[in-house]
């Protein structure tokens, strides 16, 4: 089912993750939101699948750092 939805930005993550079978998070250049996103979609008990830039992989965060993360080097590798 493709949901789309009018609303702040701020607000998607709980419009739409609560419909999510899955989320990808790619903690490429660490932005704060990947970190909250993938934490809230967690706390919904949803399959997180972790994915990060090879060169970033040695800076992600002590917190995520214990997940598997799927490590690209280009975006033509796909994930």
Same mark, same amino acid.
């Given at each position: 089912?493709? *949901?789309?939805?009018?609303?702040?930005?701020? =607000?998607? /993550?709980?419009? +739409?993750? /609560?419909?999510?079978? +899955?989320? +990808?998070?790619?903690?490429?250049? %660490?932005?704060?939101?990947?970190?909250? =996103?993938? #934490? !809230?979609?967690? #706390?919904? #008990? *949803?399959?997180? +699948?972790?994915?990060?830039?090879?060169?970033?992989?040695? &800076?992600? %965060? !002590?917190?995520?750092? &214990?997940?598997? %993360?799927?490590?690209?080097?280009? /975006?033509?590798? #796909?994930?």
């Amino acid at each position: 089912m493709a *949901l789309h939805f009018m609303t702040a930005s701020l =607000e998607l /993550p709980y419009v +739409i993750l /609560p419909y999510s079978n +899955i989320v +990808i998070s790619d903690f490429t250049e %660490h932005k704060t939101g990947v970190y909250y =996103e993938a #934490g !809230f979609a967690k #706390g919904l #008990g *949803l399959e997180v +699948i972790w994915t990060v830039r090879e060169d970033n992989l040695d &800076q992600c %965060h !002590f917190d995520t750092k &214990q997940m598997n %993360h799927i490590v690209w080097k280009t /975006p033509e590798n #796909g994930i």
